[in-house]
């Protein structure tokens, strides 16, 4: 923005600064609460390269898709494995 319009370019980089610090405090929170993916490293034996991959599933009411469960599986040459 312009010094015309009330708006310094410092100002504007310190808004996106702080805007970039709260993303990451917010990820860094998600972390300290425990919320991790699950781990394929060893799910699939010798089978690689394998890969984790959400399995969707459908909701009963649209307004609660939000909150439905999110499961995942492990993937190696179209061959599924549970996760560990």
Do not use: F, W
Not at 22 to 41: F, K, M, W, Y
Not at 62 to 74: F, G, Q
Request: charged share 20%; hydrophobic share 30%.
């Amino acid at each position: 923005m312009t010094a015309e319009m009330g708006h310094s370019d410092d100002e504007e980089g310190r808004a996106k600064m702080m805007t970039r610090q709260e993303i990451t405090n917010r990820v860094h929170t998600l972390q300290i609460a425990g919320s991790r993916l699950p781990d394929c490293s060893h799910a699939c034996g010798s089978c690689s390269p394998c890969r984790l991959v959400s399995v969707g599933n459908m909701c009963a009411v649209l307004a609660e898709a939000e909150s439905c469960p999110v499961s995942y599986r492990c993937m190696c040459k179209n061959k599924s494995y549970p996760v560990p």
